[in-house]
């Protein structure tokens, strides 16, 4: 696992200062502390920070080709590096080291842009070919790697691995984007549609870029999706067996590095299943790691503990308290953007006591995405059975009367918590899924602003590119659409950000077996019924599992790696939540109603409301800009 970063001047190839290259690749040191190197030619440099897992001696970087035609810098892995060398060797490609560094330009020079379909792996990448002076950059299915660009005051573009990367050059332009703290309200991170920052990009994953000197920036070009638009046939037990297959490929494929290598292990389904899998494919214990709570009932360190017995892992395990805190600063300047899924916080800690021991840990992201095992996504198909029993024109006005007068009750019983489900069905199913999974729903969000944010904002809301791109989806049901929007939306802006940066601020690489696009793509097909059953998700993959693991861990309700922010806000930190209100840099923005703030946070420490995701979504922004040395 690596860095990168670079400079390309789209005009005319001017002379690049190395130096510049140099401190965007030291602010992103922590990614890869094992190597620095810098390349330059007219028009254009290239530089890298490595993290050494395969080929430690042997894949500097920059690389040249063998031919010294084209060079390259890659974050991530590529799994079937060996056999892409092979087949390239046979139409005569040679290699001069063990990586899959050089197999990516023998990869580029035979298949040029196109190349990226060959690569089963993670990654973000960029390519200088000397021929024809064209950088290309990409990124891979699921965005698993990051990859920003931004185009200079002085017209050439600057690309790097994180934002902050980006802010060491001194040509990059810090002005706060309002329509991305729009977004940010609505669902705790800013998604890949768009910055924090006006002018800086981020690549969506799936997505390629070519740039030419003499050429404007073109639009990303989409290179890989994902389908829900065919269904498999077959008996049940059929599919479980090819199931297990794409498992069994999927996990040992990750196996492969010349570090140690290990698995973080929450007791949950996902996690559990990676670790058994290892623990078959495997001659000696799989070490483990997790992370436990100081709340009881947030604490699944006891399943972990049963899964590390059960497989003979060499685990080990932590507790998070409310003493951590006082790392908000650390996350807050990890992830450069604001990010408020309090989560990162134990997946730094789990990252940290994984370091201790290994270099490489996989992970269990993303079967809730690709199985439907999220609880959003089952009532997302609940609710559009009930929405096909009455017209748009009776549903909207009865539903909406019902969502205006219940209640809101955070307090009482799930069952009685009837007004967001009321609020839903009165929209279209892909509004009501946007509803579901944002944390501050619009109407929140309206009273939180100021008029003269308001007015900043304009017409745009935070749902709209959501909505457009469920209604744009190659899918045939609203359980589809729902999936294919925590693929493509979720998935890359909240859980696989928050695992990068986590991971790679200890210099850890996560690999996410669970992602693997070919096992994706089976579960994409998968019939509803083989994806929820009754009250269950990821239905097909735990009985696929039910060989492994016991039945309290593939049929307990899923719980999820939750901080317990609420607790931590009504007790020891209820004086930090008090704060948020008079925050210097909230403050000077003049975005917010300072007495909303301080009403929401008095409801919440005397117990009266939940508003913790917000106050820490709050904390987060207030710490975040004034990381990037934003004043308001």
Request: glycine share 8%.
């Amino acid at each position: 696992m690596c860095g990168i970063a670079g400079i390309y001047h789209l005009s005319t190839p001017k002379p690049v200062d190395p130096l510049r290259v140099e401190r965007m690749c030291d602010a992103i040191a922590h990614r890869g502390p094992d190597g620095f190197g810098v390349w330059t030619a007219p028009g254009v440099a290239l530089g890298h920070r490595r993290l050494s897992i395969i080929d430690i001696a042997g894949s500097p970087q920059p690389m040249a080709s063998s031919d010294g035609r084209v060079m390259l810098v890659f974050n991530g892995e590529i799994y079937n590096f060996r056999e892409l060398r092979s087949q390239l060797a046979a139409h005569g490609a040679q290699f001069h080291t063990d990586g899959d560094s050089e197999v990516i330009l023998a990869a580029w020079q035979r298949w040029g842009r196109d190349c990226v379909q060959h690569l089963h792996g993670m990654f973000a990448f960029a390519i200088y070919d000397l021929a024809d002076r064209t950088l290309f950059l990409a990124r891979d299915r699921f965005g698993v790697k990051p990859l920003f660009y931004a185009q200079l005051s002085d017209g050439s573009l600057a690309f790097a691995s994180e934002l902050k990367a980006l802010c060491a050059h001194p040509l990059l332009r810090r002005e706060v984007d309002p329509l991305a703290v729009e977004d940010y309200l609505a669902w705790g991170y800013v998604p890949d549609t768009r910055s924090i920052l006006k002018g800086v990009h981020k690549l969506a994953a799936g997505h390629s870029l070519l740039l030419r000197h003499g050429a404007d920036i073109p639009r990303p070009a989409q290179w890989w999706d994902i389908s829900f638009a065919e269904r498999h046939k077959g008996k049940a037990q059929d599919l479980e067996a090819e199931l297990l297959h794409h498992l069994r490929e999927a996990v040992t494929s990750r196996m492969v590095a010349d570090v140690p290598l290990g698995a973080f292990l929450s007791g949950g389904v996902d996690s559990s299943s990676v670790v058994a899998l290892m623990a078959e494919a495997s001659g000696r214990p799989v070490q483990t790691c997790s992370i436990g709570f100081d709340v009881k009932g947030l604490d699944e360190s006891g399943y972990a503990q049963a899964i590390a017995e059960r497989f003979g892992t060499d685990h080990r395990s932590r507790i998070v308290s409310p003493d951590d805190f006082e790392a908000a600063d650390a996350i807050a300047a990890m992830f450069d953007e604001p990010f408020a899924d309090a989560s990162a916080l134990p997946t730094w800690r789990v990252s940290q006591l994984a370091r201790e021991t290994v270099t490489v840990a996989l992970s269990g992201d993303g079967a809730d995405e690709a199985f439907a095992g999220y609880r959003r996504q089952r009532f997302q198909w609940n609710e559009d059975k009930a929405r096909g029993l009455l017209p748009p024109a009776v549903r909207g006005p009865l539903f909406g009367a019902l969502g205006s007068i219940w209640p809101k009750a955070d307090w009482a019983p799930r069952p009685l918590r009837a007004k967001s489900t009321f609020q839903s069905l009165a929209q279209s199913s892909e509004e009501g899924y946007a509803r579901a999974l944002s944390v501050t729903p619009p109407e929140l969000r309206e009273a939180l602003y100021s008029p003269d944010f308001l007015a900043l904002r304009g017409d745009y809301r935070a749902e709209q590119p959501l909505v457009a791109l469920m209604n744009d989806a190659p899918a045939r049901s609203g359980l589809d659409k729902a999936q294919y929007a925590d693929l493509k939306f979720w998935l890359p802006g909240d859980i696989l950000t928050k695992v990068d940066r986590a991971s790679m601020a200890v210099s850890l690489e996560a690999r996410e077996p669970l992602l693997d696009h070919r096992l994706i793509e089976f579960a994409a097909g998968l019939p509803e019924n083989m994806r929820i059953k009754g009250v269950q998700g990821k239905w097909l993959m735990k009985q696929a599992m039910r060989r492994y693991l016991p039945e309290d861990v593939l049929f307990r309700p899923k719980q999820g790696f939750v901080t317990p922010i609420a607790q931590w806000f009504r007790g020891p930190l209820a004086g930090a939540a008090r704060e948020i209100a008079t925050s210097t840099v909230l403050a000077r923005t003049g975005w917010f109603d300072s007495a909303r703030i301080r009403s929401i946070a008095e409801a919440h420490i005397v117990g009266h409301s939940d508003h913790s995701r917000l106050l820490w979504q709050l904390l987060m922004l207030d710490k975040s800009l004034s990381g990037l040395g934003i004043s308001g």
